[in-house]
């Protein structure tokens, strides 16, 4: 399990370095998040959520959080101008529901 634990957050660590080199895209980020939280709720995925993929989440967050949020914010802005492109939205609702996980996540009952 240690082992698992290393090499998931080695994994982590260098995609969100990755990320904050402009080598990964948002869509890629929010996969990630999608496999360590099952943002989506697919049953296959929650069988893989556990304390140690909801914790690379956190390090994956705190470790990009802030170029999220920034991302966020113009896409928001955009939006609030109708400038926004569909894609665009997309984006910002993929990021609103990872963080709607994260809230889920607060309350022990909720982790599987």
Do not use: C, H, Y
């Amino acid at each position: 399990m240690l082992k698992f634990k290393s090499r998931l957050f080695g994994n982590i660590n260098f995609v969100g370095e990755l990320f904050r080199r402009g080598l990964l895209v948002e869509s890629i980020i929010l996969s990630v998040f999608d496999m360590l939280m099952a943002v989506e709720s697919n049953d296959a995925q929650l069988d893989f959520v556990n304390d140690n993929t909801v914790e690379g989440a956190v390090v994956l967050m705190e470790k990009i959080g802030p170029m999220v949020d920034s991302k966020l914010a113009t896409i928001l802005a955009k939006e609030a101008d109708k400038t926004a492109r569909p894609v665009e939205i997309e984006t910002a609702q993929s990021i609103n529901k990872t963080f709607e996980r994260f809230e889920e996540f607060r309350t022990p009952s909720s982790i599987p």
